[in-house]
């Protein structure tokens, strides 16, 4: 049984940063493909961005790219999302998931997630 555990969110103002992380238990972290995706007040959850298996390749929506990475320590079955030069709009509870179809926006081609953790940004 897959278990993804959300940390790191909090309070941040405008232009600041924050690292969440993903904890997963499991001793096949290291062949999962894994995403991150964020749901905001009133709207629906929405892809954040993917890491590959090796953490080789990574993938952002449009709205983060150039402001957020995903990296992985598959030694510790961790993910990570940092989150820099934030923006009032990145408030939302970020969930962690894993894949079974590599690089999909799709929530349905998640059967894992974390149980999210909540990012408040302050103008």
């Known amino acids: 049984q897959v278990m993804l555990v959300e940390s790191g969110g909090g309070l941040v103002q405008a232009g600041g940063s924050l690292r969440l992380s993903c904890a997963a238990s499991?001793?096949?972290?290291?062949?999962?493909?894994m995403a991150w995706f964020r749901q905001a007040p009133g709207k629906e959850r929405e892809f954040v961005g993917a890491?590959?298996?090796?953490?080789?390749?990574?993938s952002y929506a449009d709205s983060v790219r150039g402001r957020f990475t995903i990296s992985r320590d598959n030694a510790k079955n961790t993910m990570y999302l940092q989150m820099n030069s934030l923006k009032s709009e990145d408030t939302a509870v970020y969930y962690c998931?894993?894949?079974?179809?590599?690089?999909?926006?799709?929530?349905?081609?998640?059967?894992?997630w974390g149980q999210g953790t909540q990012v408040t940004v302050s103008s």
């Open positions: 998931a894993r894949t079974v179809r590599s690089w999909s926006l799709n929530m349905r081609d998640y059967d894992s």
């Open positions: 499991g001793r096949t972290f290291s062949t999962w493909d």
């Open positions: 890491i590959s298996w090796n953490g080789g390749s990574t």
